[in-house]
């Protein structure tokens, strides 16, 4: 008998046989990419999500295990291996965004690093040595990345099928089934691609608080039953370190200087939520419509001019309720046609919510307005998904 998708997961969770933490950070990723990008559903198809996809949220997970003057295990060593198939790669990777930045990293530098690269003018700044060992990190990674998709469930290949290219698994239906494979936004045709069934897809999406919940609790047990040079090393620990994430102190000295053009030539923004008019010499934030407690984005859907007041003292890292957002669409429309009087903000923009979203009408006549239309649903899908406060 077939099992339910939910009860799929569960078990691959619960009682798989495991002797690494890969199973568990596979569904985790699969969980946090189905949240970041959900209007991928609106198609109710099956899902392509490039192995370099996962793997960069491999990075944010294990980069507080690699940390090399107190590593954390996950799996057991013999003959001289590592416990990690990428560990090598991943801790130079590490070493040498500590070089660029001159100081230690945090342990949720990997989930800054995650959106930070993603985004082509972010990733311009940063010297070839560090992209180029970001690269050799991400390949590793996605390597092994094919052992739990492999082994996850009963057999082999029975959850998932194999990996395949993207243009190798669009070519592989038959026109007479009527049906096509979505991928991300970003996929390119020859990224090797994890096919993720509509049915699982919809699963992660309804069951996302869950899914996370569960996969953190089991992380948590496993890395507590392997043996650490760290003997007083318990669960709560790795939940710590799990659960870290990045803080407001990131500068957007770039986005800001970019606004304040616009307010010298005359433009005004609004804040989304107060509706208070943001011209020349306001004070203003610049505020993440996603918090950063939630997910680190950048991108420039993300990032509004608002009412100091309210974003730090009302909104803080909470979410808006579903009459706020209604009442924000019209506004972040306002906004974002305000970035179209900058050519370099407008081309931003353009690039920003081509990575992340999937049904975006882009005619530009309506693109402000779409913007704001996918953006409000991505907030509404992820307050539900993950029971987040609101405001």
């Not at 239309?373 to 998904?385: D, H, I, N, P, W």
Request: charged residues 25%.
């Amino acid at each position: 008998m077939e099992l339910a998708a939910g009860q799929v997961i569960s078990t691959i969770l619960k009682h798989d046989r495991k002797v690494t933490s890969y199973k568990i950070a596979l569904l985790r990723a699969i969980n946090d990419v189905v949240l970041s990008f959900p209007d991928v559903w609106a198609f109710q198809q099956d899902v392509a999500v490039p192995l370099r996809l996962l793997a960069e949220y491999w990075v944010a997970y294990y980069w507080p295990f690699v940390d090399p003057s107190n590593p954390i295990y996950q799996g057991q060593r013999a003959n001289g291996k590592n416990d990690m198939g990428f560990r090598a790669e991943l801790t130079q990777f590490r070493a040498e965004w500590e070089q660029f930045n001159g100081e230690l990293s945090r342990p949720a530098d990997g989930f800054y690093i995650l959106n930070e690269l993603r985004i082509p003018r972010r990733r311009a700044i940063y010297p070839a040595s560090l992209l180029g060992a970001y690269q050799k990190a991400i390949r590793a990674i996605a390597k092994t990345l094919e052992m739990p998709i492999r082994y996850a469930g009963p057999g082999n290949w029975t959850v998932f099928e194999e990996p395949k290219r993207y243009d190798q698994l669009s070519d592989s239906i038959p026109a007479w089934l009527n049906q096509r494979i979505i991928p991300v936004p970003g996929t390119q045709p020859q990224d090797k691609c994890l096919l993720i069934s509509a049915k699982l897809w919809q699963t992660f999406q309804g069951m996302s608080l869950w899914v996370e919940a569960l996969c953190i609790h089991e992380w948590c047990l496993f890395s507590e039953r392997i043996m650490q040079e760290q003997p007083n090393l318990d669960r709560g620990d790795i939940y710590t370190l799990l659960t870290d994430r990045p803080d407001n102190r990131r500068p957007l000295t770039w986005e800001s200087n970019q606004i304040d053009l616009l307010l010298m030539e005359g433009h005004e923004f609004v804040c989304p939520w107060t509706n208070k008019r943001i011209v020349e010499g306001t004070a203003y934030d610049l505020d993440h419509l996603l918090p950063v407690s939630i997910y680190p984005i950048n991108e420039l859907w993300n990032l509004v001019p608002s009412d100091p007041g309210f974003n730090r003292h009302v909104k803080r890292d909470r979410l808006p309720s579903l009459e706020r957002l209604a009442e924000a669409r019209p506004r972040l429309e306002r906004d974002y046609e305000g970035y179209g009087a900058s050519a370099t903000l407008a081309q931003t923009l353009q690039e920003d919510v081509s990575i992340r979203f999937s049904t975006l009408d882009t005619a530009p006549s309506r693109f402000s307005e779409a913007v704001a239309v996918v953006v409000v649903g991505l907030m509404e899908q992820v307050a539900e998904s993950r029971n987040w406060e609101r405001f």
